[in-house]
């Protein structure tokens, strides 16, 4: 390493919410690399930061820089050019401050200076030649602990030995006497690999497609719930590591897919490294070191995976592409989905965006030629299922299910098969109403109603989280009787465990959303009774939507779609359009199923072509009206949001940036301020500027503006903004 000349210095992209890099003097004697972590002093604090690049000269002068304190990589960077290249890339498309987007792709363990301290499990076995008698007599514990060491076939853990009565200290006086000694942990032989499925023939042509790919290439695999995408993606990760490359895969949020998981565990046992948010900051550290140093051949993991450094990488694949947890929705908000796409294009390798109900991002592209469309049409086993609309208007409901959804409940229980009922709002009632003065329980803090929690007696707010007691009257005119007024999960699962009790003794009803699975572990064994293939009402929210393979629902009942389809977000229908297919699709996965969608809109046009043509119609459908108003895909968009103490200052401070980018003539359209479709949430005031063009460059020209503007503009009332590029709601 040749001396270097000093004083060198360095940028370091700092995560702090100004779009610059930052110039420290270089404190060692060893080159700096792009990608390395260095803690620096900033402000009062000390923070972490990752280098961007050597500079040859500072902006000030050099004598009044700090140094960087400490370099925290000591061997090589935690991120590699290609993620820094990538990271950079990032910044600059969402327009946000380079030390957050590059502090995000690191994994949480290595975003504070105190090295990552992974707890070693230590395992010991007895040496070879110990004996018992080599112990004292009066050394009873020692002797038991040798003694237990030697009949054991493999190494024990010091946790299982402690669990046993055995002393650290015991332990350490058998090592001293050499009669135990450390050991590498026994790792169980993973079982033999599940074999590939014979590919009918739509799969086949989609796994020789994309293995046929040479370099970058963009497929969208559409296929119809339960076609055997899934199948279709696993094969084509079976050619790539042959090929000695690596796969990553990235899922919507693991909760609801449990099963993808064990699918691709199986098929390639012992090669999957898995990255989610249900696993602690260390499992999760230890599994993106496999991946960077190569030791997994596959990362299956949810949005944050696409940043996972893998050096062999060979194909990307995106499952359910059009989900939206795929999108950050606070702080840096990325696609993972798009940044996968252009990762694969540094790579020059294939991409798979997967999807029954592909997102109308997606097709847009393949309409355009960008992405090759792969189809399967058809289910791998049985027919798709048949969707009915049942028409409520002016029918006698009981809690909010018409009489004929209740029968055909009935007779699928009565022939021994399972029912799924979706009803996409959780809690006991939406809202709490006093029946005498008609007061109704508003949240404190937003534009918003209290939901009815009833089994634990509260009420919360689903937007902010607060949470009051159950009131016994209400507090304006001291009455204590209630109107629980609409449905919601809870309800709806009392409802039917009474109304089907008399009928049917071995009727489960399982509810399955986010309160009944909020416990560790609780999904995984609500799905495990699901299996178990009684008769049953499954009564959930989207989270029994995606991904599931129930092989016994032979009938789904769809409760509430209409308010979707009359939102003010352009976006609401494609997303109800979306799940409405996703959930039908849990019906008939191996016997003939049916769908009955509950309506008071049947004559609704979306509705009807989703219904009588399919997806491939609606989507089309609604992405004619996006090209006839000029929306997303067709036009570029953004939104600049502010929040504040009172709105004028929200406003004013989107007024002031709409002000410097009229001044300035740069041309795109900037509707707005506008206050949030819930203006007040959590206590604070919240507007949006939105900002659209006919061009990306357009777009970006307006974004660098505005950011400009925004990071110098005075902030009053504890006001925060973000910018969020090619948002998917409005609020
Ligand atoms: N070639 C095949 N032969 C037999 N069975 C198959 C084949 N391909 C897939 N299957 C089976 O069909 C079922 C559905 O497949 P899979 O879950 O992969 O579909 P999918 O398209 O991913 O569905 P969804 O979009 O609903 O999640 C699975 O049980 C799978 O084992
Ligand atoms: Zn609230």
Known sequence: MPQLQSPLLVSVAVPCPLRRTFDYRWPSDRHPEPGQRVLVPFGNRRLVGVVVAPCASAKVDTDKLKSVIEVLDSDRPTLSPALMELGRWAANYYHHPIGECLQNMLPVRLRSAKPPQTQVTLYWQASTGASVDQLSKRAHRQRELLATLMAANAPLSGDTLREAGFTRQQLRQLAEQNLIEQASAPSPAPPPPQAPLALRDEQRSAVEAING?????????????????????????????????????????????????????????????????????????????????????????????????LPRLGLIIVDEEHDASYKQQEGWRYSARDIAVKRAADLDCPVVLASATPSLDSLHNANLGRYQTLQLTRRAAGDSPHLTLVDARQRPLKEGLDEVLLKHIADTLAAGEQVLLFLNRRGYAPQLQCHSCGWVADCHACDARMTVHFRQRHLRCHHCDAIRPLPDHCPDCHNHQWLFDGPGTEKLELFLRHHFADTLASTEVIRIDRDSTSQKGSMARLVDRVHEGKPAILVGTQMLAKGHHFPDVTLVGILDIDAGLFSPDYRAAERSGQLLVQVAGRAGRERPGRVLIQTHCPEHPALLTLVQQGYRAFASQQLSERKLLGLPPYAPCALIRADAARLDQAEAFLSAIKTALVDQGIGGQCIGPLPAPMTRRAGRYRASLILQATRRGELHRQLTLACTTGEQLKKTGGLRWSVDVDPIEAS
């Not at 040479?214 to 899934?230: H, I, W």
């Open 213 to 309: 790919a040479q370099g970058f290439a963009r497929f969208l695999l559409e296929g119809v719930t339960g076609s055997g995408k899934t199948e279709v993606y696993l094969q084509a990760i079976a050619a790539q590591l042959e090929q000695g490359k690596q796969a990553l895969v990235l899922i919507p949020e693991i909760g609801l897919t449990p099963q993808t998981l064990s699918r691709v565990e199986s098929r390639f046992p012992g090669r999957v490294a898995s990255l989610h948010s249900g696993m602690g900051d260390s499992e999760r550290y230890q599994n993106w070191q496999r991946a960077q140093n190569g030791d997994c051949d596959i990362v299956l993991g949810t949005r944050s995976a696409v940043f996972v450094d």
